[in-house]
Every structure is written in structure tokens, then in C-alpha cells.
């Protein structure tokens, strides 16, 4: 599985890295980035709700 961000949509909630620190932080502009690619097969239901608990809908699941 893999994970983007669209930067357009992301407002640095920071929620997607309280939920999976190990797949997401922020970068010096205060937008996530995805620093696990692909994501490890343990932390998939993480990001699944990751992706849910996004405020503004900016990630999105791929592969």
C-alpha cells in the first residue's frame, strides 16, 4: 500500500502523525509528508484511519 498528500488540501493538522508517527510527520512548511513508502503491512489499518481522520480529505491510498 501506498499513501499521498496533496499539499493543496493539507493544512498541517498534524492528525495523520499522532495516529502513524512511523508513516507520516510534517515537513519545515508544516505539511505532511509521507516518510514510509510503501507502507509497512502492520501499519495499514493505521493509515486506513489516517486517511479517514484527515480533516481535509488530503490523503488518499494508492496500490
Avoid: H, Q, W
Avoid at 499539499?7 to 493538522?13: F, L, M, P, Q, Y
Amino acid at each position: 500500500m501506498r499513501v499521498v498528500v496533496d499539499r493543496d488540501r493539507c493544512e498541517g493538522n498534524a492528525i495523520c502523525v499522532r495516529i502513524t508517527p512511523e508513516v507520516f510527520e510534517l515537513d519545515e512548511d508544516e505539511y505532511a509528508t509521507v516518510i514510509a513508502d510503501p507502507v509497512p503491512p502492520e501499519l495499514e489499518d493505521l493509515v486506513v484511519k489516517a486517511i479517514a481522520d484527515c480533516p481535509r480529505a488530503a490523503l488518499s491510498r494508492t496500490g
